[in-house]
T-cell receptor, first 114, second 115 residues
Framework: AQTVTQSQPEMSVQEAETVTLSCTYD???????LFWYKQPPSRQMILVIR??????QNATENRFSVNFQKAAKSFSLKISDSQLGDTAMYFC???????????FGTGTRLQVTL | DTEVTQTPKHLVMGMTNKKSLKCEQH?????MYWYKQKAKKPPELMFV???????INESVPSRFSPECPNSSLLNLHLHALQPEDSALYLC??????????????FGPGTRLTVL
């Protein structure tokens, strides 16, 4: 069975600073996909970034980037130049290559302050 | 356009009521999902429809009845719910189910309160 662990229940960062959210996972599969979703107080789950396990290059989306360490089964999210609108719950999620089911971590609540 | 819409936004119902949640997407996706999310918890998968057929039922009680009338629409029929069923119900869709392009896009959710 796959598990996803987010060890930081809450984090805080000042506006314009950089913050890194941690995620580790456990799987025996070789083909899988990893995701970061954010869920602001408005509650809609929004896809932030996606990483294919077979790709060595870390995914980036504007101010969001990941540090994917396949051997360590680590998938951290770096948010650069944090903005107030980044305040949200962030969920790390995992899916095997052929399955449709997403396995979510418990989430990290990020607060961006002035 | 990665929009999934859900209606209603809020729903309050009694334990003897029958109500339905609706989800719609116009992205040509062939897989649709229902999730239940309790406060401060991650979403829990309930059902998956792939090409309009139910492919996954995560042992959900029969008081929740999904329906996929066509590839763009997904309903969740509710009957005889319990107060513990109060939660945010999220719908999601993806291009395929289990394929390489299977990135799920979520709707804004329906906040359900059972009295």
């Amino acid at each position: 069975a796959q598990t996803v662990t987010q060890s930081q229940p809450e984090m805080s960062v000042q506006e314009a600073e950089t913050v890194t959210l941690s995620c580790t996972y456990d799987t025996s599969e070789n083909n899988y996909y990893l995701f970061w979703y954010k869920q602001p107080p408005s509650r809609q789950m929004i896809l932030v970034i996606r990483q294919e396990a077979y790709k060595q290059q870390n995914a980036t989306e504007n101010r969001f980037s990941v540090n994917f360490q396949k051997a360590a089964k680590s998938f951290s999210l770096k948010i650069s130049d944090s903005q107030l609108g980044d305040t949200a719950m962030y969920f790390c999620a995992f899916r095997t290559g052929t399955a449709s089911k997403l396995t979510f971590g418990t989430g990290t609540r990020l607060q961006v302050t002035l | 356009d990665t929009e999934v819409t859900q209606t209603p936004k809020h729903l309050v119902m009694g334990m003897t009521n029958k109500k339905s949640l609706k989800c719609e997407q116009h992205m040509g996706h062939r897989a649709m999902y229902w999730y239940k999310q309790k406060a401060k918890k991650p979403p829990e998968l309930m059902f998956v429809y792939s090409y309009e057929k139910l492919s996954i039922n995560e042992s959900v009680p029969s008081r929740f009845s999904p329906e996929c009338p066509n590839s763009s629409l997904l309903n969740l029929h509710l009957h005889a719910l319990q107060p513990e069923d109060s939660a945010l119900y999220l719908c999601a869709s993806s291009q395929d189910s289990g394929g390489a392009t299977d990135t799920q896009y979520f709707g804004p959710g329906t906040r359900l309160t059972v009295l």
